[in-house]
């Protein structure tokens, strides 16, 4: 690997804005300078530089995966550090530089060790970096479980909050909660203070539960419009609650399947763009090809997102994150807008203020892909994967 990199003649989607003839200069695993093809010309270099000429491809900052249970039959759910860490070696085949592994509610002696093997794996990765765990549960709503099992959640227990922040060690970044459940304040505030973003997600919260939600600082929803109580004309619910409040976030899944395309183009013209987040919410099978796929201990099937084959319920998507941008500039917003999605705005709402952005002193996580969206790099902390393969 070179010391120094400089990328040019590439149209750049910094985050959240667009420049065209662009260079970008890299530095051991640190973003250096971003400018115009006029300048790199004229610009005087080290002989030691190494210059990729990306003939008008697009360069973006690495995609940044916020919910993420597995993909090519590796998952949070196999609850062993080889899992995680092969998570990590495959996600940059898509354009992944960086993800939050997300377990699912389990009993406590299976969310412990699904937590350990995150924390095993954290800091021996070959491919995308580990950010920290997202935990789906196990406080969340009996009434809007999606596939996730009764036997595995629980009611609000601070001593067990307690237990799972002692274990996480500062490594849990997120966390999705039903807001109306009794004790969440309490909870909410414990959380606030070991800085852990709670989510209101698998929740049947009415809309002044979600408001007074908001106020002990749960700001972000998890997969918008799934496994949540409904909007109505007379009680919006935790959907309309995000339409009604700009400062919301929320993550959306751009499948096509978990939210209609015409439904993501409306909410794109009633919230700020950045207050969008795109996730794939991508399941152990995902590029999988085995007869038989599993999923949390259940048997799944592929049809445009998996379902659960006991009851043909939407277990999760098949989705990867350059799809998912792909998708979105399929059903109508500009790249610039699905790239921000992807990338600067789960970097701000999960507060890594050093990624998501394509501009000196950031991280040098990048991903590169033509007018059809085929992958041709990824940048990670400076190492180049051609067309995200390790070598």
């Given at each position: 690997?070179?010391?120094?990199?400089?990328?040019?003649?590439?149209?750049?989607?910094?985050?959240?804005?667009?420049?065209?003839?662009?260079?970008?200069?890299?530095?051991?695993?640190?973003i250096?300078?971003?400018?115009?093809?006029t300048?790199?010309?004229?610009?005087?270099f080290?002989?030691?530089?190494?210059?990729i000429?990306l003939?008008?491809?697009?360069?973006?900052?690495?995609f940044?995966?916020t919910?993420?249970?597995?993909?090519?039959?590796?998952g949070?759910?196999?609850?062993?550090?080889d899992?995680?860490?092969k998570?990590?070696?495959?996600?940059?085949r898509?354009?992944?530089t960086?993800?939050?592994?997300?377990?699912?509610?389990?009993?406590?002696?299976?969310?412990?060790r699904a937590?350990?093997?995150?924390?095993k794996?954290?800091?021996?990765?070959?491919?995308?970096k580990i950010?920290g765990?997202?935990?789906?549960?196990?406080?969340?709503?009996?009434?809007?479980?999606?596939?996730?099992?009764?036997?595995?959640?629980?009611?609000?227990?601070?001593?067990?909050?307690?237990?799972?922040?002692?274990?996480?060690?500062?490594n849990?970044?997120?966390?999705?909660?039903?807001?109306?459940?009794?004790?969440?304040?309490?909870?909410?505030?414990?959380?606030?203070?070991?800085g852990?973003?709670?989510?209101?997600?698998?929740?049947?919260?009415?809309?002044?539960?979600?408001?007074?939600?908001?106020?002990?600082r749960?700001?972000?929803?998890?997969?918008?419009?799934?496994a949540?109580?409904?909007?109505?004309?007379?009680d919006?619910?935790?959907?309309?609650?995000?339409?009604i409040?700009?400062?919301?976030?929320?993550?959306?899944?751009?499948?096509?399947?978990?939210?209609?395309?015409?439904i993501i183009?409306?909410?794109?013209?009633?919230k700020?763009?950045?207050?969008?987040?795109l996730?794939?919410?991508?399941?152990?099978p995902?590029?999988?090809?085995?007869?038989?796929?599993?999923?949390?201990?259940?048997?799944?099937?592929?049809d445009k997102c998996?379902?659960?084959?006991?009851d043909?319920?939407?277990?999760?998507?098949g989705l990867?994150?350059?799809?998912?941008?792909k998708?979105?500039?399929d059903?109508g917003?500009?790249?610039?807008?699905?790239?921000?999605?992807?990338s600067?705005?789960?970097?701000?709402?999960?507060?890594?203020?050093?990624?998501?952005?394509?501009?000196?002193?950031?991280?040098?996580?990048?991903?590169?892909?033509?007018?059809?969206?085929?992958?041709?790099k990824?940048?990670?902390?400076?190492e180049?994967?051609?067309?995200?393969?390790?070598?």
């Open positions: 690997m070179s010391i120094e990199t400089c990328f040019h003649n590439a149209t750049l989607y910094t985050g959240c804005s667009t420049m065209r003839n662009c260079a970008v200069h890299i530095k051991h695993h640190k250096i300078d971003v400018f115009n093809e300048r790199f010309k004229q610009k005087q080290n002989d030691y530089v190494e210059f000429d003939k008008g491809a697009y360069i973006a900052p690495g940044i995966d919910h993420i249970h597995g993909i090519g039959g590796f949070t759910d196999d609850m062993n550090e899992s995680i860490l998570m990590s070696e495959i996600l940059p898509y354009g992944v960086s993800f939050i592994p997300t377990l699912y509610s389990a009993p406590k002696g299976n969310l412990f937590m350990i093997s995150v924390l794996a954290m800091g021996h990765e070959r491919g995308a950010l765990m997202h935990l789906e549960g196990p406080f969340i709503s009996p009434e809007r479980l999606g596939v996730q099992s009764l036997a595995s959640i629980s009611a609000v227990d601070l001593e067990y909050m307690k237990e799972i922040i002692s274990l996480g060690g500062g849990i970044v997120n966390m999705t909660v039903a807001p109306e459940l009794k004790g969440m304040r309490e909870l909410a505030l414990m959380c606030i203070d070991q852990i973003i709670l989510q209101a997600g698998h929740t049947n919260a009415n809309y002044q539960q979600m408001v007074e939600a908001m106020q002990a749960i700001m972000h929803v998890t997969h918008l419009f799934n949540m109580s409904r909007m109505h004309h007379r919006p619910g935790v959907v309309g609650a995000v339409f409040h700009p400062e919301l976030s929320c993550e959306i899944i751009a499948d096509g399947v978990h939210i209609n395309p015409e183009k409306f909410l794109f013209n009633c700020p763009t950045d207050k969008v987040v996730v794939t919410d991508s399941l152990k995902t590029k999988q090809r085995a007869r038989h796929l599993y999923a949390n201990g259940e048997e799944v099937y592929f998996f379902m659960r084959k006991s043909n319920v939407i277990a999760g998507s990867t994150m350059i799809e998912g941008v998708n979105l500039v059903f917003l500009d790249i610039e807008q699905a790239v921000q999605t992807a600067y705005n789960p970097a701000m709402i999960m507060k890594q203020d050093h990624l998501g952005f394509v501009a000196p002193g950031y991280d040098a996580d990048l991903v590169v892909f033509d007018k059809n969206f085929k992958l041709l990824t940048v990670i902390k400076g180049i994967f051609e067309k995200g393969i390790i070598k």
